[in-house]
């Protein structure tokens, strides 16, 4: 099993609790395949870059987890199917640099909040 890194993003039509359920919905598909999740972070709502499939906008969410490379592409899979995830990105991630803190991304939001 490797380390493996996720972020993706929803729509901006989607409330946060459908993100966050989307969410739940990865979570339980890894550890029914085995996997274990080392961590999980809602990022917010946020803006793009640039325009993707008509969203400005969408709900980012990021995990650290640890699985087989099957349940990856079974995952992959899964999410292109998923109407309401307009990216995703996986990177596989070497044990030694995963950080159990917060990520910046949740730092920023704390602080945003203040």
Not at 35 to 45: A, L, M, T, V
Not at 54 to 77: M, N, P, Q
Not at 99 to 108: A, F, Q, R, V
Request: glycine share 4%; charged share 35%; no cysteine.
């Amino acid at each position: 099993m490797s380390l493996y890194e996720l972020v993706f993003i929803a729509r901006q039509e989607v409330s946060p609790v459908r993100a966050k359920e989307l969410a739940k919905k990865i979570n339980e598909f890894i550890v029914k395949k085995g996997g274990k999740i080392k961590k999980e972070e809602y990022w917010g709502f946020k803006n793009l870059s640039y325009q993707i499939k008509k969203s400005r906008r969408g709900h980012y969410i990021f995990f650290i987890f640890d699985t087989t490379a099957t349940v990856i592409h079974e995952l992959k899979t899964q999410i292109k199917l998923t109407q309401d995830i307009i990216r995703h990105m996986f990177i596989k991630i070497k044990e030694k640099e995963f950080d159990k803190n917060p990520s910046e991304m949740m730092k920023e939001n704390q602080d945003e909040d203040r």
